[in-house]
């Protein structure tokens, strides 16, 4: 089946700085999505993105389907934006694989 | 409306029990999941609904049983299971990726299940 990896695994920021989240995926998708998963377990959606780029304030992604991976980056972090971020992809069987994840801490 | 509701949030059971989990979602999805999540591990694909007929079936033990009486409602029959079982249960509706269209994932808040 499909592999999705993310990269880095865990990352510590200050307040106020800037990160690049990656994936990587292994075959062509039919669908990829980010999401952020908050300390009470609540999948965010963020992006539906299978290709091209789109923004949400201080949140942007970029998919290159063509060379299997997607980048979220997130601007000026903020406390708020702890958690775990998650990228999943579909394949055309309508099986979804999420990657094992970056834990984000945004420190004061 | 982009909600999916689960009940209930916590479950605590008993190895010899049987309870289920809902899920509803009023979008007009008609494809339906289970997932399954572990403490620090990514959420796995357990069940798939298209169209409320059951496309995927991940493996899983028999001790789960999938229904989906309606394209709106999503259930998980839960018996005789073990404590490795514990874990959080989340449910998602999305258009169907079989239409060719758009297919974004929503999720629920899940069910936070502990087998004793």
């Known amino acids: 089946g499909i592999q999705v990896e993310q990269s880095p695994p865990d990352l510590i920021l200050q307040e106020g700085a800037n990160s690049t989240l990656r994936c990587n995926f292994s075959?062509?998708?039919?669908?990829l999505q980010w999401f952020h998963q908050n300390p009470w377990g609540q999948l965010i959606n963020l992006f539906y993105?299978?290709?091209g780029t789109k923004q949400n304030g201080r949140l942007s992604a970029t998919t290159v389907a063509t060379e299997r991976y997607s980048l979220l980056y997130i601007s000026s972090s903020q406390t708020t934006d702890s958690g775990v971020y998650f990228c999943a992809v579909e394949d055309y069987g309508q099986n979804f694989v999420f990657g094992p994840g970056t834990r984000l801490s945004v420190l004061p | 409306d982009t909600e999916v509701t689960q009940t209930p949030k916590h479950l605590v059971m008993g190895m010899t029990n049987k309870k289920s989990l809902k899920c509803e979602q009023h979008m007009g999805h008609r494809a339906m999941y289970w997932y399954k999540q572990k403490a620090k591990k990514p959420p796995e694909l357990m069940f798939v609904y298209s169209y409320e007929k059951l496309s995927i079936n991940e493996s899983v033990p028999s001790r789960f049983s999938p229904e989906c009486p309606n394209s709106s409602l999503l259930n998980l029959h839960l018996h005789a299971l073990q404590p490795e079982d514990s874990a959080l249960y989340l449910c998602?509706?999305?258009?169907?990726?079989?239409?060719?269209?758009?297919?974004?994932?929503?999720f629920g808040p899940g069910t936070r299940l502990t087998v004793l």
């Open positions: 075959d062509s998708v039919n669908n």
């Open positions: 998602a509706s999305s258009q169907d990726s079989w239409t060719g269209g758009l297919n974004e994932q929503f």
């Open positions: 993105i299978p290709s």
